[in-house]
């Protein structure tokens, strides 16, 4: 059994400068994507978030990549889960009345490629691909970002 513990900023966190994902039915924007570095329990790690919807409207939709901060010289790399890499997809899901319900599940495999981080502009771009087919989950996200680091969600 694997933990994972994730804060979803409240509110529209969103980066101006993009992350889209393709599911095989079309290129999808995130309506909300989020980079910055996250210490937790001591350690530290980048934080990727991209989500569309909302638990109000019933249609949150997200995708979560962590990865072990090693340094911002050495984040650029090919990256996949045997290397620390974690890559989760978070949905709505129906709950009990006074609750909002969100199913997590991890990926069985991905790879991040991290093309280039300018730890002066605190702009990364990448590309990634997952594979979910645990417990009947059938999804193979593709896409692309870039996104600015946003220092003021940073814990530490």
């Known amino acids: 059994m694997t933990t994972q513990t994730f804060f979803l900023p409240k ?3 969103t980066n101006d400068v993009g992350f889209t994902w393709n599911l095989g039915t079309g290129v999808v924007q995130a309506e909300s994507a ?10 530290l790690y980048w934080m990727i978030v ?9 249609n949150y939709f997200s995708f979560v990549m962590t990865l ?4 911002d010289e050495s984040f650029a790399g090919i990256y996949e889960l045997r290397d ?5 997809h978070g949905h709505w899901i129906p709950a ?29 771009e990448g590309t990634f691909e997952a594979v979910f087919k645990t417990d009947g989950y059938r999804l193979n996200p ?4 870039n996104l600015k680091r946003v220092r003021g969600l940073e814990a530490g």
């Open 11 to 13: 509110g529209r966190a």
């Open 34 to 43: 989020t980079f910055y570095l996250n210490d937790f329990a001591g350690a």
């Open 50 to 58: 991209a989500s569309t919807g909302n638990f109000e409207d019933e």
């Open 68 to 71: 072990p901060f090693t340094g």
């Open 84 to 88: 620390g890499l974690t890559f989760t």
């Open 96 to 124: 009990p009345p006074g609750f909002d319900g969100l199913r997590t599940v991890t990926a069985d495999s991905a790879i991040l490629n991290i093309i280039k981080y300018d730890a002066g502009s605190d702009i990364v």
């Open 142 to 145: 593709k896409g692309t970002f």
